[in-house]
């Protein structure tokens, strides 16, 4: 195909999408971190290199090319989280590692949360936010929280109210750190969680909060916090928080993620708010 004296191939097009597709997902991936900065610094060296070689100016692109040589291995090091964070991604989406064989093979066979649990932890959330007790609670998805259980008190309990409420009083041993939730059960509490050290979230959250946000970028489990402060709900999935939330929105969304647009916990939540 020509434009104008410009010969452009299927193989061109080609290229242009791919590199398009891979850009979007570059940006996708360091958007509104302290990295994005680095990345549009590192982009703007790059077209000043681009222009400079094109000014045939020799000496200075010798220089530049040099620096831009270095700061290739500079930037594998800055965007660790990030490439991270885009393979997981890769990993997670591939249906090749969503078949049951292969999940079993990979070790990341965990059974769902069932709706009625499910029910139960978003009415426990309810009354931990209306108490004004912190707490802060994974339900895992499909990623094995094995290593982070293990940072806390093992418990392998049946999900009940009573017994989050018990784990977030203010008198508990336990109410420090997070619950986390697989296989259908109270798998462990007092568990530390990795804290969201890229992505800026506003100075007026805290630890908790951090700790929900750098759960959700390192895992796929959904994460609700409720602040001790405020008695709000929040809930952190795939890297984003979303804060203040109705229980009828913490369900809805609780359900979305975690059963792909089936919503089987709204409906009672919602009868029994
Ligand atoms: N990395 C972590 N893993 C698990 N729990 C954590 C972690 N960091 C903090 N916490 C929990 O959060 C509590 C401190 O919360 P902090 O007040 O700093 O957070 P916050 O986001 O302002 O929440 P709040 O609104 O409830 O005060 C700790 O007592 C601890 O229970």
Redesign the pocket.
């Known amino acids: 195909m020509d434009i104008g004296f410009i010969k452009i191939t299927w193989t061109d097009i080609l290229d242009i999408f791919l590199v398009s597709l891979l850009l979007y997902q570059v940006y996708y991936l360091v958007r509104g971190s302290i990295a994005s900065r680095v990345f549009a610094g590192y982009m703007l060296l790059y077209v000043f290199y681009l222009i400079i070689k094109a000014l045939g100016l020799n000496l200075m692109t010798a220089i530049l090319q040099y620096f831009m040589g270095v700061g290739a291995i500079a930037l594998i090091v800055i965007f660790q989280q990030e490439i991270r964070r885009f393979l997981l991604v890769l990993g997670r989406n591939a249906t090749i590692t969503n078949s049951r064989f292969l999940s079993r093979f990979f070790g990341n066979a965990v059974k769902n949360i069932e709706a009625e649990n499910l029910a139960t932890v978003i009415e426990a959330a309810r009354s931990i936010a209306s108490d004004f007790n ?3 609670i994974v339900v895992t998805k499909q990623d094995d929280l094995t290593q982070y259980a293990e ?1 806390g008190v093992l418990l392998h309990a049946q999900i009940s109210k009573q017994l989050l409420l018990s784990i977030f009083s203010q008198y508990s041993a336990l ?4 619950v986390i939730i697989a296989d259908g059960k109270i798998v462990a509490a ?6 969201n050290e890229e992505t800026e979230v506003p100075t ?9 946000l ?2 959700s970028e390192s895992t796929d489990a959904a994460v609700i ?6 008695g ?1 709900i929040g809930l952190a999935i795939q890297s984003e928080l979303h804060s203040n939330l109705p229980v009828k929105k913490l369900g809805e969304m609780l359900g979305a993620y975690l059963y792909e647009n089936v919503i089987p916990v709204t409906e009672k939540v919602a009868n029994e708010s």
């Not at 007092?190 to 804290?195: F, T």
């Not at 007026?204 to 929900?212: K, W």
């Open positions: 912190g707490a802060l940072t109410n420090e750190g997070a007092r568990c530390v969680l990795p804290v007026s959250m805290g630890f908790r909060h951090r700790a929900a750098g759960m916090v409720i602040s001790e402060q405020t709000r």
